[in-house]
C-alpha cells in the first residue's frame, strides 16, 4: 500500500521513543474514540438479541450470524442450509464496487495525467474543479442525479430533441444508474492520490526508455504504471471500500435488483422495521471481507518490493 | 574516417527565445566529441535535439549521412546518460541495463549476459540485483553508463555525467569513461561546462557560448590558439588588454602593447585596428627590461605555483604565474617588475 513505501525514521533507539512516545499520545486517543470503539460497539451488538421495534436486548447469541449464512425455514426448524440471499448481495456489491473502480481508474488516470502535465500555475485551478461537486451534499448531488437522467429528465429530452433517440432511455432503478452514481461518487478519491503521484514523476524516466528503444505504449506499461503504482492502488481503495459499502447511489439511482450491502446495513438501522444485532452481523463481515482484501494485497505488495 | 554526426546550421527557438542560433559541427566516427561551455549556452539543447527529444527548428541533423528529423528517440541509434541518471527506480541493476537490448528484441538469456558483461565493465558485478535507490551516486552514474552502451548506440550522448560526483570520483571516471570509449569504439557526444574535463578527455571541443559555437578543435588548440576573448577566458586563465594593430601579414600581427612596446604575435584576427590580445599569465618572466611593466598588488600562494596580482603602468589589471621553484625570486608587493612575453604568451584575438 502506499503507506507502506515511506521509510521507516531512523531512531536511535530509547532517546527517540521517549521523544515521540508521548507525542503519540493524541493520536492513539483520536484512533480509540473514532475508530476501536466504534467497531468494538458493533462487534458486541451484533452478537445481542433483537428487540422488536429496533434496539437490542442483551442476552448473547449467534442469532444474527446464523440468519446471514443459514436458512433454517420458514418457523426455524428444518434442517439448515446455505442462505444465499444475502450472499449474493454481497457478491453482487463486491462486483458493482469492483467495476465501479475499474471505471474510475480507465477516467481518472488520464484525468490526472492532464491536470499533472499542466503548467504548475493552471494545475490547481484543475484541481479544485475536481473537488468543486464536493461542496454540495452527496444526497443533494445523488438526487439532482437522478433527476437528470429520469425518463423526462433533461438528458433524454435533449437526446430526444436532437434526434438521437425517439423514446427514452430508462436509466433509472438499472445498474448502469448505480455504476454512473458511483463513478459521480467517488471518482476525486480515484484523481486525487493519482494525481499526486504523476506529478511526483520524473518525466525524464519516459525520455530515458524513448532513448532505449522503447514505443510510448511500452514506456506507459513498464515504466509509468509500476513507478505510478503506490497512487492507483491508493486511488483503487478509496474508491473500492466506499463503493463496497455505498447506499444512497443503489437506494435512489438502483432498483430491487441492485440491492447492495449498504443499504441492506443501513436499513436494519432505520425506524421500527430493524435488526440492529443483523446490521451489525452484517458490517462486521464486510469489514472482515474488505481486511482481508487489503491484507493479501499488502502481503503481494511487500513480496514485490522485496525482490 | 567517416562522419557520424553532421549538424547543419542548425537553429532552435523555444517560443520568442532561441538556445541555439545556427550551430554547425561535424564530429567523426569514433571520436571523443566535448560540448564545452558555461551553463544555458544551449549544450543540453543540442544533446536533445540529437537525441530527438526536440525538434530542430531550421537546420539539419544527420546521422551517418541520413537526415534524422523525422525519426522519433526510439528509431534514432543513438543513446543517452542522463545528467540525473534518470535509472528504472523500480527495476534491478541488471533489468536497468538490460532494459535497451528488450527493447531491441533480444532474448532474455542473451541480453542477460550481455547486461552481465556490461556491468563487469563498469566494475558493478555485485550490484546486478541491487535497486537504484541502494546504490551510491558514483555507481548509479556507472550503471546509467552500462545502460546506455549496452545496446551498442553508434552514438552516445553523455549530459555533464560527472557533474554530480565528488572531485576524486570525478578524475578517476574521466579515466574510465575515455578508457571505455576507446574499447567500444562508439563515438561520444560530451556535454559539461568544466573546462579541465574537456581538456583531459576529448579528441575535439566544440566551445559554445549563448547559443553559437565559438570554436572547434583539439584541447591545445583551443588553449593556444583561441581565436575570440570568450575562448581565452573561458579557457584556462588570461589577460585580455586592448591593443593597437599596426600590421597583419602571413598569420603574424605587429602589436604595440600599452607602454609603447612593439611585438609580433600569432593571430586570429585579419585587419589592422583596435583588437583584443590574450596574454597567458604563465608564460610570462621577470626580467631586468621586458615587454610590460607592472607594479605587484598582492602574491598569492598556491602550492605548485605563486600568483602576483598587478597592475600595469597604464592601469589595466594583469596576473603573472611564476613556478613556485626553490630558486622562484618572488617579488615583495609593491615593487615594480619588468615583464618578459615568452614564446607563445600573446595571441591577437579577433574581437
Ligand atoms: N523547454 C524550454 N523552454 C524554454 N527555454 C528553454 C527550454 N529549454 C532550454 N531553454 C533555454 O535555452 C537555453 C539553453 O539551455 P540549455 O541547453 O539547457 O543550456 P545548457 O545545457 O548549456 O546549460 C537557456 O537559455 C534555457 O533557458
Ligand atoms: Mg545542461
Redesign the interface.
Known amino acids: 500500500m502506499a503507506g507502506g513505501m515511506t521509510p521507516a525514521p531512523q531512531g536511535n533507539g530509547t532517546g527517540y521513543r521517549a521523544i515521540v512516545g508521548p507525542l503519540l499520545i493524541p493520536t492513539w486517543v483520536m484512533i480509540g474514540i473514532f475508530l476501536v470503539l466504534p467497531v468494538l460497539l458493533m462487534a458486541v451488538y451484533s452478537f445481542l438479541t433483537k428487540e422488536f421495534r429496533g434496539g437490542v436486548v442483551w442476552d448473547f447469541t449467534l442469532a444474527a450470524y446464523d440468519q446471514f449464512f443459514l436458512n433454517r425455514g420458514l418457523f426455524g426448524d428444518e434442517p439448515p442450509v446455505i442462505e444465499w440471499t444475502y450472499i449474493t448481495i454481497f457478491w453482487r456489491s463486491i462486483w458493482q464496487a469492483a467495476l465501479a473502480t475499474l471505471i474510475c481508474l480507465i477516467v481518472g488516470f488520464p484525468t490526472a495525467w492532464f491536470i499533472a502535465t499542466r503548467p504548475a500555475r493552471t494545475r490547481a485551478v484543475w484541481l479544485f474543479l475536481v473537488t468543486v461537486p464536493y461542496w454540495v451534499n452527496l444526497l443533494i448531488r445523488t438526487v439532482s442525479l437522478k433527476f437528470l437522467i429520469r425518463e423526462n429528465g433533461p438528458l433524454n429530452e435533449s437526446l430526444m430533441a436532437l434526434g438521437l433517440i425517439t423514446d427514452p432511455l430508462p436509466l433509472v432503478n438499472t445498474n448502469l444508474a448505480v455504476q454512473l452514481g458511483l463513478f459521480y461518487s467517488y471518482l476525486p478519491f480515484m484523481v486525487l492520490p493519482v494525481y499526486a503521484a504523476v506529478e511526483r514523476y520524473n518525466f525524464a524516466l519516459s525520455e530515458a526508455a524513448a532513448d532505449l528503444y522503447a514505443s510510448r505504449w511500452v514506456t506507459l506499461r513498464e515504466i509509468v504504471l509500476p513507478v505510478v503504482k503506490p497512487g492507483i492502488i491508493a486511488g483503487c481503495i478509496l474508491v473500492f471500500v466506499p463503493s463496497l459499502g455505498a447506499f444512497l447511489a443503489p437506494d435512489l439511482l438502483g432498483g430491487a435488483k441492485t440491492f447492495m450491502i449498504g443499504s441492506l446495513i443501513d436499513e436494519q438501522f432505520r425506524g421500527s422495521q430493524g435488526n440492529w444485532p443483523f446490521g451489525a452481523a452484517a458490517a462486521m463481515i464486510l469489514m472482515t471481507l474488505v481486511l482481508i482484501v487489503l491484507t493479501v494485497y499488502a502481503r503481494a505488495q511487500t513480496k514485490g518490493d522485496a525482490r | 574516417m567517416s562522419t557520424a554526426i553532421d549538424i547543419r546550421s542548425v537553429v532552435k527557438r523555444y517560443g520568442t527565445a532561441t538556445a541555439l542560433h545556427g550551430v554547425s559541427l561535424s564530429i567523426a566516427d569514433n571520436e571523443f566529441f566535448t560540448l564545452l561551455g558555461p551553463s544555458g549556452c544551449g549544450k543540453t539543447t543540442l544533446l536533445r535535439c540529437i537525441?530527438?527529444?526536440e525538434d530542430v527548428t531550421e537546420g539539419e541533423i544527420r546521422l551517418f549521412g541520413q537526415n534524422i528529423a523525422g525519426l522519433?528517440?526510439?528509431?534514432r541509434p543513438?543513446?543517452?546518460v542522463?545528467q540525473?541518471y534518470?535509472?528504472?527506480?523500480?527495476m534491478?541493476v541488471l533489468e536497468n541495463v538490460a532494459?535497451?537490448l528488450k527493447?531491441?528484441g533480444v532474448s532474455l538469456s542473451d541480453r542477460t549476459a550481455r547486461a552481465g558483461r556490461m556491468l563487469e565493465m563498469v566494475h558493478l558485478s555485485a550490484f546486478a540485483d541491487r535497486l537504484p535507490a541502494q546504490l551510491s551516486g558514483g555507481q548509479q552514474q556507472r550503471v546509467a553508463l552500462a545502460?546506455?552502451l549496452a545496446?551498442e548506440p553508434k552514438v552516445l550522448l553523455l549530459d555533464e555525467p560527472l557533474s554530480a560526483l565528488d572531485l576524486k570520483l570525478r578524475q578517476a571516471m574521466r579515466v574510465e569513461l575515455k578508457t571505455l570509449q576507446e574499447q567500444t569504439g562508439i563515438t561520444f557526444i560530451f556535454v559539461t561546462h568544466d573546462q579541465e574535463e574537456a581538456l583531459t578527455m576529448s579528441d575535439r571541443i566544440a566551445v559554445m557560448s549563448q547559443g553559437r559555437v565559438q570554436q572547434i578543435g583539439t584541447a591545445r588548440d583551443i588553449y593556444e590558439a583561441p581565436v575570440n576573448r570568450f575562448v581565452a577566458d573561458f579557457i584556462g586563465e588570461t589577460n585580455l588588454l586592448e591593443v593597437t594593430v599596426d600590421r597583419i601579414e602571413g598569420g603574424i600581427a605587429r602589436v604595440t602593447l600599452p607602454g609603447g612596446h612593439t611585438i609580433t604575435c600569432p593571430t586570429a584576427a585579419t585587419t589592422p585596428g583596435k583588437h583584443h590580445i590574450s596574454i597567458r599569465p604563465e608564460r610570462l618572466s621577470i626580467s631586468a627590461a621586458g615587454d610590460l611593466t607592472a607594479t605587484v598588488e598582492r602574491v598569492v600562494y598556491l602550492g605548485t605555483d605563486l600568483q602576483l596580482l598587478a597592475r600595469l603602468t597604464t592601469g589595466e589589471e594583469f596576473h603573472i604565474r611564476l613556478q613556485n621553484s626553490a630558486r622562484a625570486q618572488v617579488p615583495a608587493p609593491g615593487s615594480t617588475v619588468a615583464l618578459h612575453l615568452e614564446e607563445g604568451a600573446a595571441r591577437l584575438l579577433a574581437d
Open positions: 537525441a530527438g527529444f522519433d528517440p526510439n528509431h543513438v543513446n543517452t542522463f540525473q534518470a535509472l528504472f527506480p523500480h534491478s532494459f535497451g527493447m531491441k545502460r546506455a545496446p
